[in-house]
Structure formats: structure tokens, C-alpha cells
């Protein structure tokens, strides 16, 4: 028989607690630009979303815990327009890659933080870009190619995006 000590029931039970969490926060559907909350997954650093006009596409996080970074995916649910699946799926990438990228994008230099013209139309794709550091956070979201403006920025995104597009298991 196998007896359990005090210390060991608190962290099986612990364990136990947890897993039930992650279980939970993953299996619902959330808002797009919802965060996640369990114990362990770390601060969401950086986040960038891909979402045509017909809600199809993908959001990947970047979070941090004790200076390791981890990636991760959600699918839109283009039956439910803002709504992402359920599910949040870490993707195996090196951390130090992912902490490289995020910071060559905060190496670009705007020259213009409001473009000089407008783009409009029906359709197309809308790119979202959100950097975290504890309670300050900048967003940077366009439509299409992005401003003229923008270009350095929104090349390195789109290159970004095609490169987590084309990893192991992330549902594409």
C-alpha cells in the first residue's frame, strides 16, 4: 500500500487543481484578444493576429515565464465572427528565436504613427499586433498590405506569420 505523505496529497491535489484549469481554459471559446490565466503559462509578451473579413485565420501568443518563451495558436472560428475555437496549442520553437523576433520588431522605426491615407474596402485580411510589459501595452492593427508607412514593420509581420504558418502542428 502506498500512503501518501501530508506535503505529497497537497501537491498531488495542487497538480491535480491545475490540470483541471488548463483543461478548462482551453476547451472554451473566447473573445479574440482574450487572455488566458492558469498557473505556469506565463505573461503574454506579444500577440499577433491574422483574420480575414470572413473570420477565418489564427492568433499567436508569445508568453514568458521565468525568461523562457513559448508559442502558442488559436483558430478564429469563422462561423462566429471574433470568436476563437477552443483550444490553445503550444507550438515547439526555441525560445531565443522567439525572443530575437519580437525584438527586431521593436528595433523598427515609424516615421508616422497615423498613416497619410486611409485604406478601404469589403474584404480582405486585418493584422493586429499587441507588445506587453506588465501594465503598458501598444497595439498596431491594419487592413490589407498595411500603410505605406508601416512597410519595414508589416514585412517583418508578414515574414513572421508565414514562418509560424509553416511550423510543426499549427493547424494550418
Known sequence: MNILTKTQR????????DDAQVLSEKQRERLI??????RGIG???FQVREISAFGAGAVWDIRRLKDVHKLYVSIANP??????HPGYEQVAIDSKDLEDRVNALSLVEFQCFLPSTQNIGLDGTTTTVEFRRGFAEVKICWWHGGPDEWN???????????YFKRLPNVGF
Open 43 to 45: 505573461e503574454r509578451v
Open 33 to 38: 484578444g482574450a487572455d488566458l490565466s492558469w
Open 79 to 84: 462561423e462566429k465572427p471574433g470568436y476563437l
Open 152 to 162: 519595414q514593420f508589416t514585412e517583418l509581420i508578414r515574414g513572421m506569420i508565414a
Open 10 to 17: 497537497k501537491q498531488l491535489l495542487r497538480s491535480r487543481e
